[in-house]
């Protein structure tokens, strides 16, 4: 169904480009959370990072997970000042957290001041975001341009850098939202027609999605990329 694949797409593409990772390399997990892809770094040494102060409810603004469990980092402090020596790792994953940073570009010097030469670097953030995770939300998303900007200007080269979604599956999303967002934000309930419409412009995306062609340069759910420092 349109619109409902994000988080899916992403997981699969982050199992298998960690998958495809040489046995033992040293990985840090920066920005790590409750561990989520700790599950697919089996084969490798895995070290996680969080600041680990968001607790689940935030400031009560925008969305919420209601709790969060960051007690089995390894790693707790400053994205931007991991206490580790120079060149100290082989690969860093950093899933959805760029957006959560007061200065991202800082998190990126980081991660090139501690991975070693020809290491890999594996980031994916959103393009567009709803507010999440507040206080602690500082940017809705980064397109390609960002990317690469800041990594080439670091000495990283982009070898792979993909779309999750398109401009028909963002909105698709949305509309999947909007019983939720009323229920929370509004007293108003969506009429049996109003549920109707939806259905009938999710159809109308879902078909405009299956014959699309470039429409994730104008919006998506966010991008994935592989870069490798020269």
């Known amino acids: ?43 490798l040494d895995y070290i996680s990072q969080d600041f680990c102060q968001y607790e689940g409810t935030g400031d009560n603004r925008g969305l919420q997970t209601g709790s969060w469990d960051t007690k089995k980092i390894d790693i707790i402090g400053d994205i931007t000042n991991i206490p580790e020596e120079d ?10 957290v760029l957006e959560h940073l007061p200065d991202p570009v800082e998190a990126l010097i980081e991660f090139q001041r501690l991975l070693k030469k020809s290491g890999t670097l594996i980031l994916t953030a959103p393009f567009c975001s709803l507010t999440h995770f507040a206080p602690y939300h500082y940017s809705t998303g980064f397109n390609r341009y960002f990317y690469e ?25 949305e509309i999947h939202r909007i019983p939720s967002m009323a229920d929370k934000f509004t007293s108003q309930k969506a009429s049996r027609i109003e549920r109707i419409a939806m259905k009938i412009v999710l159809t109308m995306l879902e078909r405009f999605s299956k014959n699309d062609t470039t429409s994730d340069e104008v919006l998506c759910f966010g991008y994935q990329m592989i870069a490798i420092k020269s």
Not at 19 to 38: I, Q
Not at 87 to 96: A, G, H, M, N, Q
Request: proline fraction near 1%; hydrophobic fraction near 35%; aromatic fraction near 10%.
């Open 1 to 43: 169904m349109v619109g409902t694949t994000n988080e899916a797409v992403r997981k699969e593409w982050l199992s298998n480009t960690l998958k495809k990772l040489p046995d033992g390399l040293r990985l840090l997990d920066a920005g790590a959370g409750e561990l989520a892809n700790k599950k697919f770094c089996g084969h």
């Open 87 to 96: 060149e100290s790792f082989d690969v860093i994953l950093c899933t959805e």
């Open 149 to 173: 900007y800041h990594l080439e200007g670091l000495g990283f080269k982009l070898g792979n850098i993909k779309t999750n979604g398109n401009f028909f599956e963002y909105l698709g999303q």
